[in-house]
């Protein structure tokens, strides 16, 4: 069960070694040119040609996924509540999550890692249960955050480590000879899925802050900086230093790169997506636009 990248390279490694009876996906949402466009597992799915269920609300329709016949259910970044009817109906059920449980429990780990300002995260293999990520932990690899990671970066990173260590655990845990440790409810914190309100870049916010969230949202969804009624994405940005008494959303340089107050110091925005345009450098989308002029202040 999964939807996004992050559980391709799960799935197509347990197929190599394993027989995969169903793969589970949420319903193909996005739509391109008029046609829904399938989810990066639909299309794994698909080419593997494996037997693909999509329902809308699982906790409602959850028949072929009961009677599927399979041993062991694995989920990855699904997406919906698995309802205590279906993990019931498993041996084991094993989920691939993109934390250091009970750190980060719920649907937006790596991106509130990069958001918090986090040194490291990691993986865990733990088990499914009807409290949300509050299984035993089977098996955890730590990462050290490198200063270039963000969200797309880290989303690949890790689905990697999750792959390599759910293969090296999963038989394991199937035989009984891993017995998974408990997580301390007292350490444990929530990274709930990420509001469309947090994608808006406050430039009342830190710097620190500000490109925190600007890692954690890139590639996808973005955060953004809302200009009239222009929504221009920012990808990529980096703290300036810099004293002065100018109020916050103050456009400070516009001459080959842009340059913006903030609550106690200034950012450069170093990549950034005007709408129905191509990504550009800082420098680039200087060159030639107008939405920014040097001493205004952004509302």
Same mark, same amino acid.
């Given at each position: ?13 347990? &197929? ?20 829904? %466009? ?19 609300? %699982? ?21 919906? &509540?698995?309802? @205590? ?8 059920? #094993? ?26 995260t990691g993986v865990c293999i733990m088990e499914m249960t009807k ?21 797309? %970066?880290?989303?690949?990173?890790? @689905?990697?480590?999750?792959r390599d260590l759910l293969m090296n655990c999963i038989e394991d ?29 406050? #430039? ?5 802050? !500000? ?30 230093? &810099? !004293? ?22 200034? !950012? ?22 107008? %939405? ?8």
């Open positions: 069960m999964g939807t996004p990248t992050f559980a391709v390279p799960i799935l197509n490694e347990l &197929y190599k070694k394993y027989e995969i009876v169903l793969v589970v996906s949420q319903p193909n949402r996005v739509k391109k040119k008029g046609v829904f %466009i399938p989810t990066p597992v639909a299309e794994a799915a698909s080419m593997l040609n494996l037997k693909l269920f999509q329902p809308e609300r %699982i906790k409602d329709d959850y028949d072929a996924i009961i009677n599927s016949g399979a041993d062991i259910l694995i989920t990855a970044a699904y997406g919906q &509540y698995v309802p @205590s009817k279906i993990l019931n109906s498993f041996k084991y059920c #094993l989920n691939v999550h993109g934390s250091l449980l009970p750190y980060h429990r719920g649907g937006a780990p790596i991106q509130r890692c990069l958001i918090n300002g986090d040194e490291k409290r949300l990520d509050a299984g035993k932990v089977y098996a955890f690899k730590e990462y050290d955050i490198l200063p270039e990671d963000n969200n797309s %970066i880290l989303f690949e990173k890790l @689905s990697m480590i999750g845990i199937y035989n009984g000879n891993n017995q998974g440790v408990s997580q301390n409810e007292e350490e444990a914190t929530y990274s709930p899925n990420i509001s469309p309100e947090e994608e808006i870049i406050d #430039l009342n916010n830190t710097s620190k802050n !500000i490109v925190n969230q600007i890692r954690g949202l890139s590639y996808e969804p973005g955060a953004y900086l809302k200009i009239d009624d222009i929504k221009l994405k920012v990808f990529k940005a980096r703290e300036i230093s &810099y !004293i002065g008494e100018e109020l916050p959303g103050t456009v400070l340089d516009t001459k080959k790169r842009i340059v913006l107050k903030t609550k106690d110091s200034a !950012i450069e925005l170093l990549e950034v997506l005007y709408p129905g345009k191509r990504i550009l450098s800082g420098k680039d989308f200087s060159n030639g636009q107008k %939405i920014f002029v040097t001493g205004d202040i952004l509302k």
